[in-house]
């Protein structure tokens, strides 16, 4: 068993390790846990996994436990208090995107019940298909953010080698409408 290269040198107390071991491509359920995953990638964009990681919990409280109705009421005022946030990525298109994104989640759940069933509905697709999917629904989520934010919730497969330890607990854990 080998792990996935960019972790197998880390330590088992490493924060990135850690999200590998126990968080990453592992299904997430509760709409506003997905959604605060969609808000951490698009943050992510032009950074490192790892500053993110160490800012999840300045995140989670300034988006209010990624609460997407919340996050969908937010205004000016809001922006503003996200933008002096030392704890968070301070970029106003991300904010903006956040909040946007949020609005658009609500239009959708009035259809679909859940951010979670929406994607359960769209399930599966390619990371093309996925890719256009998500453009046209939502802002700032290029390929790269589509693919990672699908993978590390389980709905796009490749978040693990086949010979990491962690793909069988992944695969395990995974229920069978997310199997290919």
């Known amino acids: 068993m080998s792990y996935c290269a960019y972790c197998a040198l880390r330590s088992e107390d490493d924060l ?9 491509g592992f299904p997430v359920s509760g709409d506003n846990e997905l959604f605060g995953r969609l808000i951490m990638e698009i943050n992510q964009a032009g950074l490192s996994w790892d500053t993110i990681l160490k800012k999840e919990d300045s995140f989670r409280k300034a988006y209010v436990h990624f609460d997407i109705r919340k996050i969908a009421d937010f205004n000016e005022v809001d922006e503003q208090r996200l933008l002096s946030d030392a704890g968070i990525i ?16 609500i ?4 259809e679909f019940g859940s951010f979670e069933a929406w994607l359960t509905f769209h399930h599966p697709k390619s990371h ?11 802002k700032f989520v290029g390929a790269e953010i589509v693919k990672e934010f699908l993978m590390s919730t389980g709905y796009l497969s490749g978040a693990h080698n086949d010979s990491c330890p962690i793909f069988e607990k992944v695969k395990l854990q995974s229920p069978k409408w997310m199997e290919k």
Not at 90 to 105: E, F, P, Q, T, Y
Not at 107 to 110: A, I, L, M, N, P
């Open 90 to 105: 301070r970029n106003r298109l991300k904010i903006k995107a956040a909040i946007h994104n949020a609005k658009r989640v």
């Open 107 to 110: 239009e959708f759940t009035d």
């Open 16 to 24: 990135h390790r850690k999200y590998h071991d126990e968080r990453y």
């Open 128 to 138: 093309d298909e996925w890719n256009k999917l998500f453009k046209k629904t939502f």
